[in-house]
């Protein structure tokens, strides 16, 4: 996970959308959120504070946290 979360923040806009495709199929799959991803979330969230890429990482989170919702109901706050 650190190189694709490196290779999104850098400057290589190639290389950053290689390493966005790898971070879905890592963390949010065919509508399941994998562990990783709850590790992972703190450091997208940075990376879209810094504008690395912010509107598809914010994507990418909000993906996650939709299907971690629907898959965890009862964590859901009121």
């Given at each position: 996970?650190?190189?694709?979360?490196r290779?999104?923040?850098g400057p290589d806009a190639g290389a950053a959308d290689e390493a966005l495709s790898e971070l879905y199929d890592a963390l949010?799959?065919?509508?399941?959120?994998y562990a990783a991803g709850v590790e992972t979330a703190p450091f997208l969230a940075g990376l879209a504070a810094?504008?690395?890429?912010?509107?598809?990482?914010?994507?990418?989170?909000g993906g996650m946290a939709a299907l971690r919702s629907a898959q965890h109901p009862d964590t859901e706050s009121a």
């Open positions: 996970m650190p190189g694709l979360l290779a999104l923040a949010l799959h065919q509508g399941t959120v810094a504008g690395h890429r912010t509107a598809d990482v914010l994507l990418l989170l």
